[in-house]
């Protein structure tokens, strides 16, 4: 999968010493991102949310266009952490959020996939060499010694060629895909959403210690 256009991971350390203790904070945290999605959805008309709990019943939701998604997932749980030489073991509560913009996803696959085709291409290159050298030493003196070695390196040097040829056409792609992204204004409201959504999520972890 293609790195996500943003991400965010925030883990906090609750004030008690057993996960039944740690329930009500967990309860006050997911009323709390549940309110910042809601509040950017009321802010942005454009938005829709999905919310609900994974199969651990830890609480999740999802906001999204038709240009991008974000996606928010929360962990509840012990969790184990060294404080100088000292491994502890404490509550936690973990909010971690990706962005996305499926344009700039799909011409990630599509560059990666590029990439593969003029890798084997040119391999298969390599390989035309290798053949049109043997024949026309075949026609000239109707004896051909294969030079294994120098075989293998035409093959990996045409590999090489063509992986890098794919590298540079595949980020021409990628460019391409950002460049119409930006034009529709797509890259610069899912960025005033994730400034909006990182603050907020800030702003409701602030009074427990962070880990």
């Known amino acids: ?13 609750l004030p008690c010493e057993e996960i039944e203790g740690g329930r009500t904070h967990k309860n006050e945290l997911d009323a709390s991102v549940l309110k910042v999605a809601k509040g950017l959805v009321e802010a942005s008309k ?24 974000v996606s928010l997932q929360t962990q509840f749980g012990k969790n184990v952490a060294f404080f100088g030489t000292e491994r502890r073991t404490f509550v936690s509560y973990s909010i971690s959020a990706e962005s996305r913009v499926p344009a700039l996803d799909r011409a990630t696959e599509t560059a990666e996939r590029l990439r593969l085709l003029l890798v084997m291409g040119g391999g298969l290159a ?33 590999a090489w060629c063509g992986g890098k040829l794919g590298a540079k056409l595949g980020v ?19 960025e005033l959403i994730w400034e909006a959504l990182t603050r907020k999520l800030d702003e409701i972890t602030s009074r427990y210690e962070k880990v």
């Open 1 to 13: 999968m293609p790195e996500p256009f943003q991400s965010y991971h925030r883990t906090v350390k």
């Open 46 to 69: 454009q938005l829709d949310c999905e919310v609900g709990d994974d199969p651990e019943g830890h609480f999740n939701a999802t906001l999204k266009t038709k240009s991008y998604q």
């Open 126 to 158: 390599g390989a035309g060499v290798v053949f049109a050298v043997i024949e026309a030493m075949l026609n000239a003196y109707h004896h051909a010694v294969i030079p294994v070695g120098l075989t293998i390196i035409i093959l990996l040097f045409g």
């Open 172 to 190: 021409a792609v990628e460019n391409i895909a950002l460049r119409k992204a930006e034009a529709k204004g797509v890259t610069t409201e899912a």
